[in-house]
């Protein structure tokens, strides 16, 4: 059985991204499947401060908000559902904000399917079909990549001061 956790950072509960994760919801527990719902509105989650406590040293994000419990729940899920309304060609200030929270442990988050949803290839823009994103990590050099509703966010754990090859 695989654990999944459904994100919803529509700013409207109710709206129709909120709408379609209830839907999806309904659908993993009548399938069987162990799923949670968090809705992100109802979340104090501060924005990143870039202080790189996370991502350097490796301990946790010094904010003190709803964050840590949301990573928790997302590390320990097998299947990660991001729903976001799009504003100005992008997700949410929500999803992006709980994105940029995720730097220091998103490499742990590795083989997990992550939802969303994109265009058709044949540029049928009001039609959308399903598309499973993964979390790769490649162990040569400790380059991580992660692809979410058609933004690529990229990092690199190298130790050295050298920043290339991104």
């Excluded at 290839?121 to 050099?141: H, T």
């Amino acid at each position: 059985m695989k654990k999944t956790l459904i994100l919803s950072s529509s700013p409207r509960r109710g709206g129709n991204s909120d709408t379609l994760c209830n839907e999806f919801l309904r659908g993993a527990r009548e399938a069987g499947f162990p799923a949670e719902k968090i809705f992100l509105g109802d979340k104090a989650i501060r924005y990143c401060t870039g202080c790189s406590v996370c991502s350097l040293y490796g301990k946790p994000c010094p904010q003190k908000d709803d964050m840590s419990e949301i990573l928790d729940k997302m590390l320990a899920a097998d299947v990660i559902v991001m729903a976001t309304p799009v504003y100005f060609y992008t997700m949410s200030a929500q999803m992006k904000t709980l994105i940029d929270r995720c730097c220091g442990l998103y490499t742990q988050m590795q083989n997990k399917e992550f939802y969303r949803r994109r265009p058709k290839e044949n540029g049928a823009n009001d039609r959308y079909v399903p598309r499973i994103s993964r979390l790769s990590r490649r162990s040569n050099d400790q380059r991580c990549s992660v692809r979410l509703g058609g933004m690529a966010c990229r990092g690199d754990q190298r130790q050295s001061g050298d920043a290339g090859g991104l």
